[in-house]
């Protein structure tokens, strides 16, 4: 089946490291997300990219950074880790429109990481 | 840019109790209103959705209501079962925005047997 996959599932860091955050799809959509959730706070969008050439900032993009190296991969970067960045992130994909459900987000499983 | 607000952050019910999910937005533009599903440990996973040219929307056990006006959907989810226990997110997007969904905060219900 079409799916969304991440790596690392969990990581562990130290603060100030440089983390990157992997995502791949094989739905064959345009649109790709990366998410930040914490407990309480819901899903907080840190960057969405609509396709290879286009990348735009979502609400809580301070701290990070991310590559549309394919239609099928978009890694988010942490440059500087800190701990307050210690969540669950989630990449998501979505199609361009075509059909009912054209906005529905496809999560991939998640990567947990903490920043010591 | 768009605002979302759910109401209750926690929820418990009896098994065979129904469960109502309250959200409002704020930007009258949002014509899209899904309804994800997160069990404990899981990906979030689309559970039903609704568009602004549609009030009420099905599927068996579970509905959603919209009311454009006040700018406020609802998740209706009857007979209940263990099963049912995650956290629930609303969530409100506009067609010419690339699909950029703003969240709600969650709801954790819970289902006692």
């Known amino acids: 089946d079409a799916d969304v996959t991440q790596t690392p599932r969990n990581r562990i860091t130290k603060t100030g490291k440089r983390i990157m955050l992997e995502c791949s799809q094989t739905?064959?959509?345009?649109?790709m997300y990366w998410y930040r959730q914490d407990p309480g706070l819901g899903l907080r969008l840190i960057y969405y990219?609509?396709?290879?050439?286009?990348?735009n900032k979502g609400e809580i993009s301070d701290g990070y950074s991310v590559s549309r190296q394919a239609q099928a991969k978009f890694s988010l970067s942490l440059e500087s880790a800190i701990p307050n960045q210690t969540a669950l992130y989630f990449c998501?994909?979505?199609?361009?429109?075509?059909?009912?459900?054209?906005?529905?987000?496809?999560f991939g499983p998640g990567t947990r990481l903490t920043v010591l | 840019g768009e605002n979302v607000e759910q109401h209750p952050s926690t929820l418990s019910v009896q098994e065979g109790d129904s469960a109502v999910i309250k959200c409002t937005y704020s930007?009258?533009?949002?014509?899209?209103f899904p309804w994800y599903k997160q069990e404990l440990g899981k990906r979030p996973q689309l559970i039903i959705d609704?568009?602004?040219?549609?009030g009420e929307k099905k599927d068996q056990r579970i509905a959603v209501t919209l009311n454009k006006t006040a700018k406020h959907f609802s998740l209706h989810i009857t007979e209940t079962q263990p099963e049912d226990s995650a956290v629930y997110f609303c969530?409100?997007?506009?067609?010419?925005?690339?699909?950029?969904?703003?969240f709600g905060d969650g709801t954790t219900l819970t289902v006692k047997p």
């Open positions: 998501a994909t979505s199609d361009l429109g075509r059909g009912e459900s054209y906005n529905e987000q496809f």
């Open positions: 739905k064959g959509h345009d649109r």
């Open positions: 990219s609509f396709d290879v050439k286009d990348i």
């Open positions: 930007d009258s533009a949002s014509n899209y």
């Open positions: 609704i568009r602004s040219n549609v």
């Open positions: 969530a409100a997007s506009y067609n010419t925005n690339a699909g950029k969904s703003t």
